[in-house]
């Protein structure tokens, strides 16, 4: 029963495709698919119902029983874009508020969307212009409804992309510790013992996603924005990252993008060196 919400969600893309494509569905077999897809939405809901029962049996409050549900009754990358959803929702809020997330007093926040921001007022404009669109030449009721819903899902799933990126930005700790991210979508703490030594280095990676990742090209580890990295962190030992779906690996060297990356990495540089020339408080102690 995992995959029945994804494979609901598919079916009804297709369904609403065809209807847009002009293909003559007929009323039966319309009717028909609803009544598939509301049977199996009932006993996905009958079985989250039944496994949050027996959590909350075994002592689990409320909480924990729906998280024990959820996590048993949904794929694991289900999980993960809900979450990331539902991050990048709430980083709206912070935008408006103009508030940060996870930089502290004394610490150094590197922002990264410069090279993705026409992009993404881009898409926005191509979102809006589209629900407009689709609004005057859609004659199905239904079907608009259907359209409208999933066109302002979509505006808003991207002011929350570029949301998350704006309040969430890499972070160097005032101990010399790093946080690279991007967003809700990828998190990434090292700790200041780990890191070897930081340089700029613009790089423009090949493969133009997000993501890069070779374990057989000495484990590096390429987070790119706009197509490009401008940091280059290398590591005393490997850290293990999580891909935005779960997936893991472990990277020895890790490039990313900083839209200042000559600040970053002063900040950095200065950072470690007060970290590792602090005296120990065990010396205190003795002196």
């Not at 000559?262 to 002196?287: F, I, M, N, W």
Request: glycine content about 10%; proline content about 6%.
């Amino acid at each position: 029963m995992k995959w029945v919400v994804p494979l609901v969600i598919v079916g009804e893309i297709g369904l609403v495709g065809c209807l847009l494509a002009g293909v003559a569905v007929p009323a039966p077999v319309l009717l028909g698919a609803e009544a598939v897809v509301l049977t199996l939405l009932a006993l996905e809901a009958v079985v989250l119902s039944r496994r949050y029962t027996r959590a909350r049996r075994t002592g689990a409050g409320r909480r924990d029983a729906v998280a024990s549900a959820v996590r048993s009754g949904v794929p694991e990358p289900v999980q993960r874009c809900l979450a990331h959803e539902i991050r990048g929702l709430s980083s709206l809020g912070r935008w408006v508020a103009r508030r940060t997330h996870g930089v502290r007093e004394g610490d150094h926040a590197a922002p990264y969307t410069g090279p993705q921001t026409a992009m993404m007022y881009g898409l926005l404009f191509v979102a809006v212009v589209e629900t407009v669109a689709l609004a005057v030449l859609i004659p199905w009721p239904v079907v608009h409804l259907v359209m409208l819903v999933v066109d302002v899902y979509t505006v808003l799933m991207v002011l929350a992309l570029h949301a998350g990126c704006v309040t969430r930005p890499h972070v160097v700790g005032a101990d010399g510790s790093l946080r690279i991210r991007y967003g809700s979508l990828f998190d990434l703490p090292v700790e200041a013992a780990r890191i070897a030594s930081v340089h700029v280095d613009r790089r423009y990676p090949r493969s133009g996603g997000l993501i890069t990742f070779d374990p057989a090209d000495d484990g590096v580890l390429d987070l790119a924005v706009g197509g490009q990295t401008t940091v280059r962190v290398e590591l005393t030992a490997p850290v293990t990252f999580v891909r935005p779906l779960g997936r893991r690996g472990r990277a020895r060297v890790v490039r990313f993008h900083a839209d200042g990356p000559a600040e970053l990495v002063k900040a950095l540089t200065q950072a470690l060196t007060r970290a590792r020339t602090a005296p120990s408080p065990t010396l205190d102690l003795l002196g």
